[in-house]
């Protein structure tokens, strides 16, 4: 009896020990499958404006505030948009992934679609709020 209780002991304290010193890139690979605000990549990512897509520069830069954009909150049930959305369609392993932006003078507010689930949120980036990098081109000056 004592000699199981040991080993049931050196086992979890040996998993205890596995689990709360896992590397960085295995703990960051495992939070990034239920992160809400994902990272966007310019490969797999297309973005339009009323039907038109948005390429080159423009599209990087788009990609880049996105990227680096501040969570707010999440909406519990989505938000009825005003405007005309960034639509921004993007693919992350096997999930096709659908972002509509809102932009507001406070926040954008963000749809996330995938599968037959529907996410919304709220997030703060000047230059989004202001649709600054579409102004650089004609279509949208």
Known sequence: MTTWFIVTLFIFGAL?????????SVVE???S?????QKLDEENTSISIDGKNIEGEVKLQVIHEFNEALFLDKHYFPPHGEGTPIVIDTK?????IRFSLYSY???VDVIKQYKKKVVAYRLRSKSLQTRAPLA???DYA
């Not at 205890?16 to 960085?24: A, E, N, R």
């Open 136 to 138: 650089i081109t004609k």
């Open 33 to 37: 499958r239920f992160e809400l605000h």
């Open 92 to 96: 992350k392993g096997n999930k096709e």
């Open 29 to 31: 690979s495992i939070i």
């Open 16 to 24: 205890k020990v596995l689990v709360s010193s896992m590397p960085t």
């Open 105 to 107: 003078e406070e926040h």
